[in-house]
Every structure is written in structure tokens, then in C-alpha cells.
């Protein structure tokens, strides 16, 4: 006996428990290639410090630093750079995660509108949301610490490199902190550029 072809809506409520599927395990794995990247960008921040280390083994550190002059804060402004877009490639993860998110909720709205259950029985247990346009790209009380972090540790190197290249110690201070400021505001500036076109643009 065959069975009954199903109904547009039947398929479609099919489609979309398969797509539920297959886009939760799409989000956790974002999620998980974000921390990945992050340990990735620890590495990059931290190995100078070992190899200087190696190499000053025998020499002084300010006396190595001194001699390799202007390679000091452009090697600072090249670690930071490359920070940079490293935490612009984890914010594009993140905002991945957080449209897979996006696509859920909408799924699971679907299904309680058509429940037939009354908005009580729904609030009972239905605690996730059902928002489409939320979780919000920018997250200024959550994914804002990650960007944070990148803008603190790649501002410390330029503002460290230019520390020991600048002899003048009134421009050494200024410039060092003009820059380390420079970068940090610009981390800010990516994220929210990023987070901004993600919501404005991006399924335009």
C-alpha cells in the first residue's frame, strides 16, 4: 500500500526540521573554529617574547633592541596588523554563528505558530527566542570582551616597540600612545563597521 503524497506543507515542515539539523551543527561548529582562531592568535602575540628570549640570551635585550633600530617598531606594527585581521576574521565567524542563530529562531517561530497552542502553553517551556533579527550583531555585553582583548594586547606592541625605537622620551610617550590609541580605536571601529554591515548589507 502506497502512502499519501504529502502536501506542500508537510514537505516543507520536513525540509525545515533538516535544516534545523543541519544548521545547529553548522553554529557549534562556528563556535568551535572561533576558539580555535583564538588560540591561534595567542600563538602569533606570544612568540616574539620566547624568541627574543633565545636570541638576547647572550646579549642584552635593550642592547639588541637598540641595534636593530627601526625593525623594532615596524616588526610591533606588523604583529598588530596581522591582529587585526585575525580578530576581523573571528567577528565574521561570530557573525556567522549568530545568523545560523538567526535562522533557528525563525525555524522554531514557524513551528510554535503552528502549534495550535495558546500563548501561555508556549511560554511554559519555549524559552529560546523566536526573533529573527536577534541575537544582535553587535554584542556590546558579550562578543565586545573578545574585541576587546584582541585591541589590548595588539596595542601593546606597537606602543611597546615605539617605547624603545624613539630617543626623545617627550616624543617617545606621545607617539607611542598615539599610535597604541590608534590601533585600539580601530579594532573598535572594525567591529562595529563589520557588525553593521552584517545587518544592513550582507543579505542584500
Known amino acids: 500500500m502506497t502512502e499519501p503524497a504529502k502536501t506542500p506543507g508537510e514537505k516543507f515542515e520536513e525540509f525545515l526540521l533538516k535544516e534545523y539539523d543541519n544548521i545547529a551543527q553548522a553554529h557549534f561548529n562556528t563556535v568551535n573554529t572561533i576558539s580555535a582562531f583564538f588560540r591561534y592568535y595567542l600563538l602569533i602575540v606570544a612568540l616574539p617574547v620566547p ?27 606588523l604583529i598588530a596588523l596581522v591582529g587585526l585581521l585575525v580578530m576581523c576574521y573571528v567577528c ?11 535562522a533557528v529562531n525563525g525555524i522554531r517561530k514557524h513551528f510554535a505558530e503552528n502549534s495550535g497552542l495558546g500563548p501561555e502553553a508556549l511560554k511554559a517551556f519555549l524559552v ?10 553587535f554584542e556590546g555585553r558579550y562578543f565586545l570582551f573578545v574585541v576587546l582583548a584582541f585591541a589590548l594586547l595588539d596595542s601593546a606592541y606597537p ?34 563597521w563589520l557588525s553593521v554591515w552584517r545587518e544592513r548589507q550582507y543579505l542584500k
Open 51 to 77: 624568541l627574543l628570549a633565545l636570541v638576547t640570551k647572550e646579549r642584552g635585550l635593550l642592547e639588541l633592541l637598540h641595534d636593530l633600530g627601526g625593525a623594532v617598531p615596524a616588526a610591533s606594527v
Open 159 to 192: 606602543f611597546g616597540g615605539l617605547l624603545f625605537w624613539v630617543d626623545w622620551c617627550c616624543a617617545r610617550w606621545v607617539s607611542a600612545f598615539v599610535v597604541a590609541g590608534g590601533f585600539f580605536a580601530l579594532h573598535l571601529l572594525a567591529y562595529w
Open 128 to 137: 529560546l527566542p523566536t526573533k529573527t533579527d536577534k541575537p544582535p550583531y
Open 92 to 102: 565574521n565567524l561570530r557573525f556567522d554563528a549568530l545568523l545560523y542563530a538567526r
